[in-house]
């Protein structure tokens, strides 16, 4: 992949979320769910979405593709036509839910690889993108990242499970634990990854802190030993898998 057609698909997906994010007021989203295909609202997003492609398609032909305004104007329509539709599908499913505002994202981004790759005429990044995916170092982290999610959860919560009972309820969020946890360690295997290891402990001086009043309130020594000994088990162990995968990939 040439500089030049990673420059157009960035400038794509940037032009997206400027669109999306940027210029899209509330009340057109308010609108769109109440009005459905009747809204004009959804019809001004999706000619602005139209526009805004226009522009990064104008600029690549005019800079390094030999396509013609035929060209911009087919993959203008596409992408205008295609955000009118997947937005209306949208409105008629339940608002303010993550898995179909994950979909919505996630079509408009099939649309826009669409666009790309007939711009760039080949499917050869697919190509280099599936030899990218399927290479020793990308499966390693990614099985990394994996381990660190909800199996290590599961492993501390079993060795954990010997003490819990012992504790009063602590007053604290349903699984709010579980996902601090597998946050914390995402943190600490990227920091890993990146060798950088004295965030690491930066990151461990912050949770102290952040726990501290808590704790201190608590008077109660049974939940801080068992914070402490959930946060060294889940640290310790994606210390170790993060340098087990760096030595790995070092050879």
Not at 220 to 243: C, N
Request: proline residues 2%.
């Amino acid at each position: 992949m040439s500089p030049n057609e990673l420059s157009l698909l960035l400038g794509l997906v940037l032009a997206h979320m400027v669109g999306d994010f940027l210029l899209q007021p509330h009340t057109w989203v308010v609108e769109r769910y109440r009005l459905k295909h009747r809204s004009r609202a959804l019809l001004w997003h999706a000619l602005m979405h139209g526009a805004l492609c226009g522009v990064v398609l104008l600029i690549a032909a005019g800079h390094f593709t030999n396509r013609g305004l035929i060209a911009v104007l087919a993959g203008v329509v596409g992408v205008m036509a295609s955000h009118w539709l997947i937005d209306l599908a949208k409105a008629q499913l339940a608002p303010e839910r993550l898995r179909w505002f994950l979909v919505d994202q996630a079509l408009h981004g099939l649309v826009l690889v669409t666009v790309w790759l007939g711009w760039v005429g080949n499917l050869a990044p697919l190509g280099e993108l599936a030899s990218w995916l399927g290479s020793p170092d990308v499966l390693g982290i990614a099985l990394a990242y994996l381990l660190v999610s909800r199996p290590l959860s599961i492993v501390i919560t079993l060795v954990l499970k010997r003490w819990s009972h012992q504790l009063e309820d602590t007053g604290t969020l349903a699984s709010a634990g579980a996902r601090i946890g597998m946050l914390e360690r995402f943190l600490v295997l990227t920091l890993v990854l990146l060798d950088q290891l004295t965030a690491v402990g930066f990151l461990l001086a912050a949770k102290s802190v952040l726990r501290f009043g808590d704790l201190r309130e608590a008077q109660d020594r049974k939940l801080t030993e068992y914070v402490l000994l959930g946060t060294l088990l889940s640290v310790a162990t994606t210390l170790a898998l993060g340098m087990l995968i760096r030595l790995l990939l070092d050879g």
